[in-house]
């Protein structure tokens, strides 16, 4: 108490120490910092296999999930089976984009695309992409395409609604801009429309980046033979914790390095913005 | 809705006839007429809520939510600024400046119209990283470098700060000087509008209540005599309105 009564004292009297103001700004980031939680979690983890606290069967210790994965890798599955599926996702992934852009863009331009879209796709938002499932392998059966179309059923939807919320909240000052300047139509859509979108398309990839990845865990589930989910369903079976676990950190790794892709897609399209974070 | 009789006037003429303009079941401008020569400097000074902006708009095409009827003629050339320098944040500086042309030299265009503000060498920056008079200068930039026959501006000063407008004022004397368009600029200012323009107009109730022609010579101070009492006219027509409103 009295030390910060003195210290106020004394900024008073020597007002030429002036602090800077105060930063409602969260500070400068911190280097590494988003490895920090991840290295903390994979610490206690080899610490209790090593200690013996956590049995094998239960979850292997990560030294053998390292050796597991180095077998897995010389045998050629891994691969084989990363490919299937990144394929998959991939590809749901593009289309998925495409779709929900364009339905977007149509819904987000005209009163008609808006009136006919955007009823359906919010239906569409409030049924979970995985419930459809039973319906999708009645019409498409167990193959690839029932696979590439429900993970694009689940990219496509946060695609629209955020694309459609960015075209929606672009500054009607702007189009009034573009009106006084006589832009042509493809103009307007190319310098306003669409980079006025962006920030909220690329929130929209970063939800659906997620999606594609939870509908792909789901799908290869089903009656798959080929791909990481199949490889953990077979690993289940005969009781290889380590698989599955090197299954789980394919699926983390896909997942951070695709959700970091978007991220650095945003800093990169958006650098002309000034934000909080920066 | 206005008919746009283009063609029929010499380029840079600007002619209104009984305009009718509203909102809903209110009458803004009733049967308004008004002309502009060509390369006429024209100020406009009303109160607020007098329907100077729904004048502009309604010259530059941007009243699509507007209810009226009468005849407008304007040049085909025209350009707005407006109050907010309004550049494109995703778009750099140079690509702002050029965003209505659609000719293949529109980059050096671009680049002489930036050196013609004084802001040769920022073509790169973001709009963001301009000050607010340097962004409105963009916007002058990108205002003039389509050769417009009108430069219909709507308080394009109003955010700036005193010393800036100062400036601002020479730039625009100056820009107007070498391209001679046909100038209607709204304002609040009675210094700025005599200081500018060459004709001043009141508008009041609808109607233009003051049209008054600036005889002064193109360097203008608050200290010539004529200059105060153009000052005086203006706000004294600005505060018997006042005190009736
Ligand atoms: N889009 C609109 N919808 C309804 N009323 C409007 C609209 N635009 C303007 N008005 C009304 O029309 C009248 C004139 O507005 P206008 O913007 O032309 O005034 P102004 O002379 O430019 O005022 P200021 O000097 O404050 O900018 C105002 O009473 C305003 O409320
Ligand atoms: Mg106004």
Do not use: C
Not at chain 1, 37 to 63: E, K, M, N
Not at chain 1, 77 to 86: M, P, V
Not at chain 2, 51 to 74: C, H, P, W, Y
């Amino acid at each position: 108490m009295t030390a910060t009564v003195l210290a106020r004292l004394q900024g008073t009297t020597t007002p030429s120490v002036r602090k800077p103001g105060r930063r409602l700004k969260p500070g400068r980031p911190i280097p590494l910092g988003a490895a920090i939680g991840p290295f903390l979690l994979l610490s206690v983890w080899a610490a209790g296999s090593a200690a013996g606290w956590i049995d094998p069967r239960t979850l292997s210790a990560p030294w053998t999930v390292v050796t597991t994965a180095g077998d897995l890798i010389a045998d050629g599955r891994l691969q084989d089976n990363l490919a299937i599926s990144a394929q998959r996702a991939g590809l749901g992934l593009v289309i998925g984009t495409v779709i929900g852009t364009v339905l977007a863009v149509v819904a987000g331009l005209s009163r008609w695309g808006e009136a006919l879209l955007d009823g359906p796709i919010q239906i569409k938002r409030a049924i979970p992409s995985l419930a459809l499932l039973p319906l999708l392998v009645l019409w498409f059966g167990i193959g690839e395409q029932m696979k590439v179309i429900t993970i694009t059923l689940g990219v496509f939807v946060p695609v629209y609604i955020h694309t459609h919320n960015g075209l929606r909240s672009i500054d009607s000052r702007y189009v009034e801009l573009g009106e006084s300047l006589r832009l042509p139509r493809a103009v307007f859509l190319r310098r306003i429309v669409l980079p006025g979108a962006l920030p909220g398309f690329l929130l929209g990839m970063r939800f659906a980046v997620v999606n594609a990845w939870l509908a792909l865990v789901v799908v290869e589930q089903i009656n798959s033979t080929s791909g990481i989910g199949y490889m953990m369903q077979l690993a289940r079976e005969y009781g290889q914790t380590d698989v599955i676990i090197v299954g789980l950190v394919l699926y983390g790794l896909l997942g951070l390095l695709s959700d970091g892709a978007v991220r650095l897609a945003q800093r990169r399209a958006l650098s002309w913005r000034r934000t909080l974070a920066d | 809705m206005a008919t746009n009789l283009g063609g029929l006037t010499a380029t840079g003429t600007v002619r209104v006839h009984r305009l009718v303009r509203g909102f809903g079941s209110r009458a803004v401008l009733d049967g308004f007429d008004l002309e502009i020569g060509s390369g006429e400097f024209v100020a406009l000074l009303g109160r607020s809520g007098s329907g100077k902006s729904t004048l502009l708009r309604a010259l530059a095409g941007l009243d699509s939510d507007a209810d009226g009827s009468g005849m407008i003629d304007v040049p085909e050339k025209s350009s707005v600024v407006f109050q907010d320098a309004r550049l494109l944040p995703w778009q750099r500086v140079l690509d702002n400046v050029v965003l209505g042309l659609r000719r293949s030299n529109a980059h050096e265009r671009g680049l002489a119209a930036l050196a013609e503000v004084g802001l040769a060498g920022r073509e790169n920056a973001w709009p963001n990283e301009l000050s607010g008079g340097e962004q409105q200068r963009v916007a002058l930039a990108r205002a003039l470098v389509s050769e417009p026959e009108l430069l219909l501006a709507d308080e394009p000063f109003g955010a700036l700060d005193a010393l800036t407008r100062l400036r601002m004022h020479d730039l625009l004397r100056e820009l107007y000087a070498r391209h001679r368009p046909t100038v209607l600029l709204v304002t609040h200012d009675v210094d700025e509008a005599v200081t500018l323009a060459d004709r001043v107009l009141l508008l009041d109730s609808g109607r233009i209540a003051v049209d008054l022609t600036i005889d002064l010579p193109a360097q203008r101070s608050h200290r010539q005599p004529q200059f105060l009492a153009y000052r005086e006219t203006l706000l004294r027509a600005l505060g018997v309105n006042h005190s009736e409103g």
